[in-house]
């Protein structure tokens, strides 16, 4: 188990921050909420090591905690499909690309991948769109990264089976 410092805390943000935003965003659909989501998760991580608690591998605690926050987030609001969000004009990681590019490939990547299987969808985002490791994404999860590895597989044969099917 490792105790982080200032230094290597402030380098983790420097490095993590835009990714932990990316995978709250993502997942809240809003961008001011979502820098505030990760603004959080920084600031509880760090109280968590200040009071002088061990972290054994920072980044797959930074985004146990950030999942947890999304958690907290959906609690408070009635909760809003991908779908329902999408036919309001958001659409996901856009809005750095030109919409005539990429729209009609977002949604209907995003129409597959919400069909997905529960069990399925969260590994499969994490790996694919958080760029995550198995091994990361069984300690974010709490799974052995064997049991990851095996969702992500038969997550993608999902995949392909919904998308031969449209």
Request: net charge positive; glycine share 6%; hydrophobic share 35%.
């Given at each position: 188990?490792?105790?982080?410092?200032?230094e290597?805390?402030?380098?983790?943000?420097?490095?993590?921050?835009?990714?932990?935003?990316?995978?709250?965003?993502?997942?809240i659909?809003?961008?001011?909420?979502?820098?505030?989501?990760?603004?959080?998760?920084?600031i509880?991580?760090?109280q968590?090591?200040?009071e002088?608690?061990?972290?054994?591998?920072?980044?797959?605690?930074?985004?146990?905690?950030?999942?947890?926050l999304?958690?907290?987030e959906?609690?408070?609001?009635?909760e809003?499909s991908?779908?329902?969000?999408?036919?309001?004009?958001f659409?996901?990681?856009l809005?750095e690309?030109?919409?005539?590019?990429?729209?009609?490939d977002a949604k209907l990547?995003m129409?597959?991948?919400?069909k997905?299987?529960?069990?399925?969808?969260?590994?499969i985002?994490m790996?694919?769109?958080?760029?995550?490791?198995?091994?990361?994404i069984?300690?974010?999860?709490?799974?052995?990264e064997?049991?990851?590895?095996?969702?992500i597989?038969?997550?993608?044969?999902?995949l392909k089976?919904?998308?031969?099917?449209?």
């Open positions: 188990m490792t105790l982080y410092g200032m290597q805390f402030t380098k983790a943000y420097d490095d993590l921050s835009d990714a932990i935003f990316r995978h709250c965003w993502f997942r659909g809003d961008r001011e909420r979502a820098k505030d989501l990760m603004q959080d998760t920084f509880k991580s760090w968590y090591i200040k002088g608690t061990e972290v054994n591998n920072l980044k797959a605690f930074l985004y146990r905690v950030a999942n947890n999304i958690i907290d959906y609690r408070k609001k009635k809003v991908l779908d329902n969000l999408m036919a309001e004009g659409e996901p990681g809005d690309r030109s919409k005539n590019e990429a729209g009609i990547a129409s597959v991948i919400n997905l299987d529960d069990k399925y969808r969260k590994p985002l790996r694919y769109i958080d760029e995550l490791s198995p091994r990361e069984a300690s974010i999860l709490g799974e052995s064997n049991n990851i590895s095996v969702k597989h038969r997550g993608l044969k999902q089976e919904l998308l031969n099917n449209k």
